[in-house]
C-alpha cells in the first residue's frame, strides 16, 4: 500500500519552496507472511508548518532551530514570521 497526501510548497530544495510538507507512507508484507511487515512512514520537512504557525502566534519571541526554515527568498531564517510571509 502507498499513502501520500497534496500539500503546497513549503519545503526548499535547491533554494527553492518545491515539496510539500505532508507525509510519504508505504507497507509491504514479508514474501513468507510470519514476519512482521515492513512499514516506512516519513516527512519531507524538518519541522512541521504547524510548528511554524504555533511558533509565530506565540506571545514571546519564539524562533525555529538552525537550519529548518527559509524566507520567500530562500534564506535560511530562525524567525517563524519570515517563513510564513
Do not use: H, W
Request: net charge negative.
Amino acid at each position: 500500500a502507498v499513502a501520500c497526501a497534496n500539500s503546497p510548497a513549503y519545503v526548499s530544495f535547491l533554494g527553492r519552496k518545491i515539496l510539500g510538507t505532508n507525509p510519504v507512507a508505504f507497507g509491504f508484507p514479508r514474501t513468507n507472511g510470519e514476519e512482521d511487515p515492513i512499514i516506512i512512514d516519513m516527512s519531507l520537512a524538518a519541522t512541521s508548518y504547524g510548528d511554524v504557525q504555533a511558533a509565530a502566534a506565540a506571545a514571546d519571541d519564539v524562533l525555529l532551530p538552525e537550519g529548518v526554515a527559509v524566507d520567500a527568498r530562500g534564506q535560511p531564517t530562525v524567525d517563524p514570521a519570515d517563513v510564513i510571509d
